[in-house]
């Protein structure tokens, strides 16, 4: 189980330092798997490789030293001097952080809300038919090989219904399991040639045996768990100099008294100026 995102970039001044981490990485959710409903920016940002909580890139001295956002979602920072330039945003779904703002008078940019991806195997068992009961409300599905995938990009629920036999099916899973990665919103990023704000928490739960399934057993005719989906940090804070970036949401799927439970904090706000603005 991970619970980081990429790291902001930092406000220093060097050509090199600035540039914001990259996120988590999660090679069987692959971006190409949820084109047909996801924007063509989030299927570029996450890419073949399933980055997620891409850092936020600090944004420019007015010597064109912005730096670029991580993998995964993260806003550029903002080019120019004086008065300044708005940051970019975190990619919309991917916990992506804001980018810094270039000079005195602009804000970070918005970080990019969460996302909850749930997958479930779509094959009868080897010896006996049953699968989970299942249902939704508010998530995007598609079926791929043999597995239905459910995108959470706004709070919904899920309901299991019925319990499936406690049997293995092809791929060694039993029926009650599922796979599931959460990812929290991303930080705003700083103003004045601030920082870019931290990617969102990215989590691919796991089992007690380090499996990347969680068991839904328990779930069985309790009514329906909450996926929540965290937001953004905003990056609108007046464009005063100090203001540090905004921290975002965390994302959870169920409650934290369930055994199930997974949760991805939100990511950090960028930091700022350390010298007030006298222009505001």
């Known amino acids: 189980t991970n619970n980081a995102g990429g790291g902001g970039g930092t406000g220093e001044t060097s050509p090199e330092e600035g540039r914001g981490g990259n996120g988590q990485q999660f090679s069987n959710f692959p971006s190409a798997l949820f084109s047909p409903f996801m924007p063509s920016d989030w299927v570029?940002?996450?890419a073949p490789q399933g980055h997620f909580g891409g850092g936020g890139g600090r944004g420019s001295e007015g010597n064109g030293n912005q730096q670029s956002g991580g993998a995964g979602g993260g806003g550029g920072g903002a080019p120019g001097g004086n008065p300044g330039t708005v940051g970019d945003p975190g990619t919309e779904h991917t916990g992506g952080g804001g980018g810094g703002s270039s000079g005195y008078h602009a804000d970070g940019g918005d970080g990019g809300p969460g996302i909850a991806i749930l997958s479930y195997t779509a094959d009868a068992p080897t010896d006996s038919?049953?699968?989970m009961t299942v249902s939704h409300s508010g998530a995007s599905t598609v079926t791929v090989g043999n597995y239905t995938f459910y995108t959470f990009?706004?709070?919904g629920t899920f309901t299991v219904s019925a319990a499936a036999p406690d049997v293995?099916?092809?791929d060694g899973r039993p029926g009650n399991y599922v796979s599931v990665v959460t990812v929290g919103g991303g930080g705003s990023g700083g103003h004045h040639h601030g920082a870019g704000g931290g990617g969102g928490g990215a989590v691919y739960a796991t089992d007690a045996g380090g499996n990347g399934v969680i068991d839904l057993r328990p779930a069985a005719g309790s009514g329906a768990?909450?996926?929540?989906i965290g937001a953004g940090g905003p990056g609108g804070q007046g464009g005063n100099a100090t203001n540090p970036g905004i921290p975002g949401q965390a994302s959870r799927f169920g409650a934290s008294s369930d055994p199930y439970y997974v949760v991805a904090?939100?990511?950090?706000?960028?930091?700022?100026?350390v010298s007030p603005n006298h222009y505001s």
């Open 153 to 155: 990009t706004s709070t």
């Open 168 to 170: 293995r099916h092809p």
């Open 225 to 228: 768990i909450t996926v929540k």
């Open 265 to 273: 904090h939100g990511g950090g706000g960028g930091g700022s100026h």
């Open 44 to 46: 570029n940002q996450v």
């Open 129 to 131: 038919a049953g699968l």
